[in-house]
């Protein structure tokens, strides 16, 4: 359907067409230049012609109510996305650890430089955070590994920061798999091949085991 060949066609004018992602204002408009300036939520691009032309009746007329344009999106909201939120505070560079150091040695010796992640210390928590082995995770929206700020302590190994770097790098290349029965798989049999792999594991594991 030539949505813009519809809109200009009801209208009788020439318009320029905007596709957003905006989840709340989802049609608006202006004049500039003798043209009309529209922007629609790009949802509408699957609409029916009697919503497409109940658009170019809103141009015409923006005091006019829109019931079809409402039932519409009301019907098609669940497609759309919520933003991941991106935080800008990406700070890896601790009191005793940079992660950064440790995400791009272990990117250039396990993954040939192949994983594309931010790395970051989480936000403070309680320290029964750690004993609930939240000790890091990845948020594949937004492509960024956290790390439990409690382990940025001279009490904690080397080692184990950076198995628990290399066990979210893990994520981040392999991402969420299917199983054969359809159920979504994390830490699917390749994952703990791959984790194993890690030079320190069995040393990592054991010392995990004292701070559970």
Request: charged letters at 35%; aromatic letters at 10%; glycine letters at 4%.
């Amino acid at each position: 359907m030539n949505i813009k060949g519809i809109i200009e066609k009801a209208v009788g004018r020439k318009v320029d067409i905007t596709l957003t992602d905006n989840r709340t204002n989802i049609i608006s408009f202006r004049e500039s230049r003798g043209r009309i300036v529209l922007r629609i939520q790009r949802v509408f691009t699957e609409a029916p012609l009697d919503v497409i032309l109940e658009i170019a009746e809103l141009v015409r007329d923006p005091s006019r109510k829109t019931p079809l344009i409402d039932d519409f999106f009301r019907s098609k909201k669940w497609k759309i996305k919520k933003k991941p939120r991106i935080s800008d505070r990406i700070e890896p560079l601790g009191r005793i650890y940079n992660l950064e150091k440790i995400f791009d040695k272990l990117n250039r010796e396990y993954f040939s430089d192949e994983v594309r992640a931010n790395i970051t210390w989480g936000r403070r928590s309680p320290a029964r955070s750690v004993r609930k082995r939240t000790l890091g995770s990845y948020n594949a929206e937004t492509r960024t590994i956290r790390i439990n700020p409690m382990l940025g302590s001279v009490r904690v190994p080397l080692f184990f920061i950076e198995y628990v770097v290399y066990h979210e790098m893990l994520h981040a290349k392999l991402g969420i798999r299917r199983n054969s029965k359809g159920r979504l798989r994390i830490h699917t049999r390749e994952f703990k091949e791959l984790e194993g792999r890690f030079r320190y594991y069995k040393s990592a594991v054991e010392w995990e085991k004292r701070i559970a």
